[in-house]
Each structure stands twice: as structure tokens, then as C-alpha cells.
């Protein structure tokens, strides 16, 4: 599995929880990687973090990069 760089814009997508996630790319680990929650869609409504220091973590390959870093 090839991983973002740090920095990079990305999106998450969980279609068992009907959730796209975006954020921005923060740490890698081995197989995975940490990033930071920009915006949340999640059954056709928009959540928006209120501080930028919530952060989740991606395993699997349901991501795409949407700004590169």
C-alpha cells in the first residue's frame, strides 16, 4: 500500500458508516496513517470541527488524495 506524504489533502471514505472524511495528512506509520479532520460528511450532513485538533487514523485503502503535498 502506497501512503500520502505528510501534508497532503486528503479523503477518507467509509461507506459501511455513510462518511467521507477530509483532512490533511499529519503522520505516517507502517501500514497506516494519522490525519487531521478538516470537514465531515456523514448521511448528507456536513460537520465541521469547531478546534482543527480532532485526528483519525486510516488502515485500510478507501482514501484518495485530493491536494498533494
Known sequence: ???PNIGANIEHYEPTDDR???GKVVEL???QFVYE???????GRE???ADKT?????????WD???PA
Do not use: A, F, G
Open 1 to 3: 500500500m502506497v501512503l
Open 20 to 22: 467521507v472524511t477530509t
Open 29 to 31: 506509520l507502517d501500514s
Open 37 to 43: 479532520v478538516h470537514k465531515i460528511i456523514q448521511k
Open 47 to 49: 460537520w465541521i470541527p
Open 54 to 62: 480532532s485526528t483519525r487514523v486510516c488502515d485500510d485503502e478507501n
Open 65 to 67: 488524495v485530493i491536494d
